[in-house]
């Protein structure tokens, strides 16, 4: 029975431990995650902690103002309380049904309102306005530069033909390449400060009197979001449309770790076409970040002080090895419940290297390895100097020389040589008595 419980328990380990992804550990959450395409990222170490079809092609929804926001900020951040008169054309291609600000045509609007509209109330035509402004009236070439913007931080599959998000065949993204984009515009100044704001007071306009904008993120705000509310949670933003279904991308923070979660395509109908109460995005938001917050720490795991193996040295003086360490300290994020002791430290070093050697230099190199899994890699360098005997190194040289293939091919070409040089003496010297005897036999002949 011991045997059996031993056994499962060691099953249980590996199934939860044995995720690999990008050359590091990765993690199952303990329940059924429905979003379509999910991404958990440390921050503080920027490991994948669990994927889901992350690099799967899908509608953005209004996942892509975040990307309208970043491109205002990196270009407009020193004109934010700039007047601007919003103009007819921001509402050309919206239709009916879109969410919004109440923003009208004529109505006088600084950028960090229309920024705020945006990215807290998700307003559609906030995001268009934006676009305006940025690109001096016009749309279509802000667009451009949007596209031309996340090509540049690396984004494969993301394509953009609106400012804001409503659905378009030729617009999408993918949860890996929209964590390129965020985690770009998470650095930008007052980024984080207008996508976490859960309530804004706009002040009143020449045509609207002072409203306040209440995020549509459910997690941010205790008086909307009721049980979905989770304190830990800033920002960034929310998405809803037909093709896209319920996306989110948000941040959350506690203990001092900090994790940034992409959803794509959270269900709104279960497989029959029912509709399905509540809204899934926020729920299983709650849940991962309910399980990852607390099950997950950055450890030490590497000692350097402590050998990870040793090299043999050649032509060393008074030494014919050299013990190899790691080359610096490395933190890791690993679940709660692993001791570092649990990490294997795997040395990947020569059988050999030649003298000298000096303190430092980089030997090999070694792996750290978790339930079978590598979860990082750490120069190994030398923990001593090895100064080169030079008696050895001489003798060694001779050595080289002795064996080398053009000192064999001299000898033997002039082994050669002798033995031709032997053999043609001989042929001469055996030619030169016949020579001598048939010259002995014609003189006696003339004699007689």
């Known amino acids: 029975m011991k045997k059996k419980a031993f056994l499962l328990c060691a099953l249980l380990i590996f ?3 044995a995720i690999p992804i990008s050359g590091s550990a990765a ?33 953005p929804a209004s996942l892509t103002k975040i990307t309208t926001t970043m491109l205002a900020l990196e270009q407009c951040a020193d004109r934010l309380d700039e007047q601007t008169t919003l103009n007819k054309r921001i509402f050309d291609d919206l239709g009916t049904g879109y969410s919004n600000a109440n923003l009208k045509e004529g109505e006088e609007v600084t950028l960090r309102e229309l920024l705020y509209c945006t990215m807290v109330k998700s307003a559609c035509e906030g995001a268009n306005a934006v676009a305006d402004f940025v690109s001096g009236g016009h749309i279509d070439e802000f667009v451009e530069q949007m596209n031309k913007r996340v ?5 494969t599959n993301t394509h953009y033909e609106n400012a804001h998000g409503l659905d378009d065949p030729n617009q999408y993204s993918t949860a890996r390449d929209i964590y390129k984009i965020v985690k770009n515009a998470m650095d930008l100044p007052y980024f984080m400060e207008i996508c976490s704001t859960a309530r804004y007071t706009m002040p ?21 979001g009721g049980e979905y509310y989770y304190s830990y949670v800033k920002g960034i933003k929310t998405g809803y449309t037909g093709d896209a279904g319920r996306c989110l991308v948000s941040t959350a923070s506690k203990d001092g770790y900090n994790y940034l979660l992409i959803q794509l395509g959270a269900p709104t109908e279960d497989e029959n076409g029912n509709k399905l109460e509540g809204y899934i995005n926020f729920k299983e938001a709650k849940q991962i970040y309910e399980w990852v917050l607390p099950a ?17 040295v050649n032509l060393g003086e008074e030494k014919d090895t050299v013990l190899a360490y790691p080359s610096q300290e490395m933190s890791s994020l690993v679940p709660s419940s692993v001791e570092s002791s649990s ?15 000096k303190k430092g230099d980089v030997l090999g ?25 030079q008696s050895l190194y001489y003798m060694k040289m001779i050595d080289d020389i002795v064996n080398s293939f053009w000192f064999k091919a001299v000898i033997i070409g002039i082994v050669s040589l002798v033995v031709l040089y032997i ?19 014609s003189r006696r002949g003339r004699k007689l």
């Open 343 to 357: 990490i294997l430290l795997v040395p990947n070093l020569p059988e050999s290297v030649d003298a000298p050697v």
């Open 27 to 59: 993690y199952e959450p303990p329940f059924e995650v429905q979003t379509e395409s999910v991404l958990l990222v440390n921050l503080d170490t920027d490991t994948i902690v669990y994927e889901k079809n992350a690099d799967e092609r899908r509608a």
């Open 151 to 155: 090509e540049e931080l690396g984004c």
């Open 15 to 17: 199934t939860f431990f």
């Open 296 to 312: 997950f720490q950055v450890k030490t795991l590497v000692d350097v002080d402590k050998p990870a193996g040793d090299v043999k």
């Open 204 to 224: 009143a306009t020449n045509l609207t009197p002072e409203r306040t904008l209440i995020t549509t993120n459910l997690l941010m705000d205790k008086g909307v």
């Open 423 to 441: 053999i043609v003496s001989i042929a001469i010297n055996i030619h030169r008595k016949k020579s001598d005897r048939v010259k002995s036999k």
């Open 365 to 389: 190199t070694a792996d750290l390895m978790l339930s079978g899994e590598k979860i990082g890699q750490v120069d190994l360098v030398a923990g001593e100097s090895v100064n080169r005997s």
